[in-house]
């Protein structure tokens, strides 16, 4: 008989590392946890902290802190080393400071002889997929960023709250950029697997129409709104994460909003940007693209637009 363990390195064990370790933990996602940061003595705590957690929990796991370079026999690396974001700056505005980090991060993981699928948190989303794929001359199969996949799970709660309808009852999505720029196809958003623009003009009473910019733009606020009072966000990239993951080690076939490279797709060439994509063992295997309105494809391209011309700028640090 052959077993096969489950093992995720995670390479920054701060607010957004530690709760996606926890996260596997609990959701027995994992076997094993390679936890790595820049503070030793931080990746030590978090990995003791989740194997105190064990004896309670309906799976075993195993943590524990380790070098970079010891990273090479696992399966899936999550990359969330960077600075804690700012709640009076655009993510955009940490690329510097994350590409530093990824300077001393890449190559170490390219010794450690890593070849398994890198799912990429850190900010800026998309931008920062494309350098690490860029730097690393990844498959591009294998590299995704969590990008719009929390923007969609902020929308489908608002969604919810706004139309009383359970969340896992509806589709809504964002794509594009995981920051300013994310838009979303409200002519793909269902209910039932209904479009819902059809139900506000066939059931007005029950589905009144609302303010479609001013629900994108509470979306994209989500994340500041979590920041301002806490400091940090942590459950719900901790939960796109696992969920991501679980697509891949169960070769799920999932469809789920994510970065990845694109190449043609939506008529577009070389830039990371969430689109729907179908995720299972390794990594993206297919991207779905959808029929947009010229609306909506004019916000999509104007969001990859804004990708791009940073992605430019991260060569200049
Ligand atoms: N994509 C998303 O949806 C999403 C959501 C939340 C946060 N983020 C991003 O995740 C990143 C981390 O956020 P956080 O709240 O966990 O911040 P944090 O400050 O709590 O954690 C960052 C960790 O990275 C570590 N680190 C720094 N340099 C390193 C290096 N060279 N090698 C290894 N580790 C290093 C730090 O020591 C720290 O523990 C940020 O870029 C943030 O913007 C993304």
Not at 100 to 112: C, F, T
Not at 131 to 154: E, M, W
Not at 186 to 209: A, N
Not at 287 to 312: G, H, K, M, P, W
Request: hydrophobic share 40%.
């Amino acid at each position: 008989m052959s077993v096969q363990t489950r093992k995720v390195a995670i390479i920054g064990t701060g607010h957004v590392g530690s709760h996606v370790a926890f996260a596997l933990a609990t959701q027995g996602e994992v076997d094993e946890l390679y936890m790595s940061d820049i503070d030793k003595e931080k990746a030590l705590s978090q990995a003791t902290d989740v194997n105190d957690a064990v004896s309670y929990l309906p799976h075993h796991v195993e943590a524990k802190a380790c070098d970079i370079e010891d990273i090479g026999t696992c399966d899936i690396l999550v990359i969330s080393a960077g600075p804690l974001p700012d709640p009076n700056k655009d993510r955009l505005e940490s690329l510097g400071d994350t590409v530093a980090i990824l300077k001393d991060v890449l190559p170490r993981v390219k010794a450690s002889g890593f070849n398994g699928c890198i799912l990429s948190i850190s900010n800026p989303a998309d931008v920062v997929a494309a350098y690490i794929q860029r730097v690393l001359n990844y498959p591009k199969h294998k590299i995704i960023s969590s990008g719009t996949a929390l923007d969609s799970a902020r929308l489908q709660r608002l969604l919810s709250e706004t139309l009383q309808v359970n969340r896992r009852s509806l589709t809504a999505f964002a794509m594009g950029e995981h920051g300013g720029s994310a838009m979303v196809p409200w002519s793909h958003v269902t209910v039932g697997g209904k479009p819902l623009i059809d139900l506000q003009t066939s059931m007005p009473e029950r589905f009144p129409s609302f303010d479609h910019d001013a629900m994108t733009e509470a979306m994209k606020y989500g994340g500041y709104l979590v920041l301002k009072g806490k400091g940090s966000t942590e459950f719900g990239i901790a939960s796109s994460a696992v969920e991501i993951i679980r697509a891949i080690f169960h070769n799920e076939h999932k469809i789920l909003p994510v970065s990845c490279l694109l190449d043609g797709e939506y008529g577009q060439h070389n830039v990371f940007a969430s689109v729907p994509a179908m995720l299972g063992k390794d990594g993206v295997e297919l991207i779905v693209e959808l029929n947009l309105t010229a609306d909506e494809q004019e916000r999509f391209a104007a969001s990859c637009n804004r990708i791009r011309e940073y992605l430019a700028k991260a060569d200049t640090f």
